[in-house]
């Protein structure tokens, strides 16, 4: 009985594995052109923006 189990971890184990790691690449979703614009236009504001995420605050007193 442990050698059908240790045949079923070591042999069928790696198969399903392989299987559900290709139907996840298969299902992965691809974006598109107008995706992609907007993604790199969020990129270039993040990047604009100073430490911290907000606009300097200029006081004159």
């Known amino acids: 009985?442990?050698?059908k189990?240790?045949?079923m971890i070591v042999a069928i184990?790696?198969?399903l594995l392989g299987?559900?790691?290709?139907?996840?690449?298969m299902r992965k979703r691809r974006i598109g052109t107008v995706e992609k614009a907007r993604q790199e236009e969020a990129v270039?504001?993040?990047?604009?923006?100073?430490?911290?995420?907000?606009?300097?605050?200029?006081?004159q007193n």
């Not at 299987?19 to 690449?25: E, T, Y």
């Open 44 to 59: 270039e504001r993040l990047y604009d923006k100073p430490e911290g995420g907000r606009e300097p605050s200029y006081r």
């Open 13 to 15: 184990g790696p198969v």
């Open 5 to 7: 189990l240790w045949f």
């Open 19 to 25: 299987l559900v790691i290709a139907f996840g690449l």
């Open 1 to 3: 009985m442990a050698d």
